[in-house]
């Protein structure tokens, strides 16, 4: 069977979970017989993900885009597309709008799809969201959405009806509970080994929602003082977290890890995840919470489709404090339909890939 030649457009590889997704296209790929070339527009800033890259060989291409609109990205990307001769062209978040004119330029008739990671409307500013529907309508692109909800959100917005579904996967056997883990990451921290750990993974953004975690976190530790929160992630809230932490003296039982590249470790020593986005695509990170079999709370605003698990619970944001502080103590069962977690294994997510690639 041929080899397919797939060329990558992402922004950056700065910590995210589209840049997760490329990153995995890259390491997992190749076992399918698709060879993967990524471009970067963004210079290299030795994040945890361009580590992985260079310490796997993986084929990655860094530009070296200004901030804000950067036309000298257009002739890049078109002599990276003469050069390399890609059968397929896979764009992600605002690339499109340098890419559409790359090919353009380029005349080659290549298979083209970009990927959308969020709701339409937040996933690009209104010159990508311009050059996106001129794409999609008229120049063959075909959009991919990451559920079957998001999917008729993309054919709503843009007035198509060709939108597809590429879900995005995890390698499932890295996710287990660990109980040496768990005992060696409370004695490193000083915290009781009878204490329950409540957890997130996410960047500091309002998407994310740090704040109303707190405001939950506090309600649930007045009740049980045996409760730590870890929160992993950077972002431009972080500091003013940090500081509503201080205000309500929760420092002692909040603990801010950063960026970590042991996500599978970390995951298996927490008991609940707690995810109140106000609105998500996607997420890897709830996949990645469901795969370790922990207690999962989430927001009604993500798509009950990503739901893997008995043990995933989704809670209304609207005055609803106590319901999650009373869920952190005493976790209720999901009594409603679920996926199986096995949907999400990056194995079939890629087969699926592959045959739009293909066609």
Not at 228 to 235: A, D, P, Q, R, S
Not at 324 to 347: K, L
Request: glycine content about 4%.
């Amino acid at each position: 069977m041929a080899r397919i030649k797939v060329l990558q457009i992402i922004p950056s590889f700065e910590i995210g979970g589209a840049e997760k997704v490329v990153l995995d296209y890259l390491t997992y790929l190749k076992k399918k017989d698709v060879d993967v070339i990524a471009v970067s527009l963004a210079q290299k800033t030795n994040s945890i993900y361009d580590q992985i890259i260079e310490e796997k060989k993986l084929n990655v291409i860094y530009l070296d885009k200004r901030p804000g609109l950067d036309l000298s990205m257009i002739k890049k990307l078109k002599k990276i597309i003469d050069e390399i001769k890609p059968d397929v062209i896979h764009t992600h978040m605002h690339t499109l709008k340098y890419t559409f004119f790359s090919l353009f330029l380029s005349k080659r008739k290549i298979n083209k799809l970009h990927t959308i990671h969020n709701e339409p409307q937040k996933d690009g500013g209104k010159l990508d969201n311009f050059i996106n529907k001129l794409a999609f309508k008229r120049f063959d692109w075909t959009p991919l959405a990451l559920t079957n909800e998001l999917a008729l959100s993309v054919n709503n917005f843009y007035h198509i009806d060709k939108t597809k579904v590429a879900f995005n996967g995890i390698d499932l056997s890295q996710y287990k509970k660990n109980e040496i883990e768990t005992k060696q990451f409370k004695l490193e921290n000083n915290i009781n080994q009878d204490a329950k750990l409540v957890g997130h993974i996410g960047r500091f953004s309002v998407q994310k929602n740090h704040s109303y975690i707190i405001d939950a976190f506090e309600k649930a530790f007045k009740k049980d003082n045996n409760l730590y929160l870890v929160l992993i992630g950077e972002g431009e809230l972080k500091e003013r977290i940090k500081e509503k932490v201080k205000n309500l003296k929760l420092e002692n039982n909040v603990l801010f890890l950063g960026i970590r590249k042991d996500i599978p470790q970390l995951l298996s020593i927490m008991d609940i995840f707690i995810f109140p986005s106000l609105h998500e695509g996607l997420p890897l990170s709830l996949i990645e919470a469901q795969a370790s079999d922990i207690t999962c709370l989430i927001s009604d605003c993500i798509d009950p489709k990503v739901i893997a698990s008995k043990k995933t619970i989704s809670l209304s944001l609207n005055n609803n404090l106590e319901k999650w502080s009373e869920a952190i103590i005493n976790p209720p069962m999901n009594s409603n339909s679920y996926n199986n977690i096995n949907s999400f294994d990056i194995n079939t997510v890629l087969d699926d890939l592959v045959l739009l690639y293909k066609n």
